[in-house]
């Protein structure tokens, strides 16, 4: 199922505002609001990006609030919302924590969305990682793996043609139970899988239309990319399968100021030079985000990549 050019890397972006985890937000985030939000999608939409993509979590406990934050809105109202402010990019969970949440559930959100977007859903899942959350909505965080497995499955079903879709696990079943409206992309959205643990990558390979890394090192991805190609060639599956990776925080040009270590700085063609390793690696897409220190550099910076450093990112 592709949804990406071939012959080229293609890019998207986390969006900002949205998640206000330490790990990334930048300070001018967390007195934004959904006016950047969609300032930010409109751009991303204007400028050829090929996806704008929200995280998830329902609630963060408080031992983990001071790095992770408060602030996660949640994905589907946001794709939502982002859906009739935009025209043309992809609207991408990255990733949606599925297991929390029966795959009915789900396919009515995601395929409501999909509809509102004209086809343009692209839902990213994974199988978190925050204990209490879990606990709070009475999932089995230690089985969670195995949820995600069998909701990834429940999920191909209840997303594709059929009005009134069949599945039956171990844990969920239905049939004879209508959902409309169908997601406008047939036959189904495609359904990325996130994670870099051996399970994840394993859950890609079989299951998924493509696979999210979760931030690994540049180092790491050929050996994760390699692992992948088995796993699909072993469970005799063909057929396009996006791979995608986190780029480095990125400036274009010379910052006048310091935006901190491990980042990607300079003229467009080193950055471009830079960024296709990842398409030599084998990545179809990937993830970038860039340091600013209002929504206007913010804004800046996208059009600069877009225009300057974006059309060499040929393979």
Known sequence: MRVLPEGRLSYGLQLPVQAQ?????????????PAELRETAR??????????????HVAVPRRLAAAM??????PV??????????????????VAVAALRHPLLTAKQYAT?????????????GAGHVQEEFEALGVDFGRRGAILDETVDALKEALGPEEFPAFRGERFAFHDLGQAPRPARTPRPPLWVGGSSPAALRRAAQRGDGWLSQGD??????????HLRRLREEAGRTGPFAVGAIAEPLYVGRPGWDPGPRMLTGDAQELAASLRAYGEMGADQIQVRFRSRDVTELLDQMAAFAADVAPHLHL
Do not use: N, Q
């Open 43 to 56: 751009a991303a939409d204007r400028l050829g990006f090929a996806y704008v993509a929200t995280c998830d």
């Open 217 to 226: 090192a540049r180092d790491r991805l050929p050996g994760r990319i390699a």
């Open 77 to 94: 109202a946001t794709l939502a919302h982002l859906a009739a402010v935009t025209e043309r990019v992809l609207l991408l969970s990255h």
């Open 21 to 33: 985890s330490t790990l990334f937000a930048e300070p001018w985030e967390a007195a934004a609001g």
């Open 113 to 125: 969305v999909d509809r509102l977007a004209g086809g343009r859903l692209v839902l990213g899942v």
């Open 69 to 74: 934050g408060t602030v996660w809105y949640d």
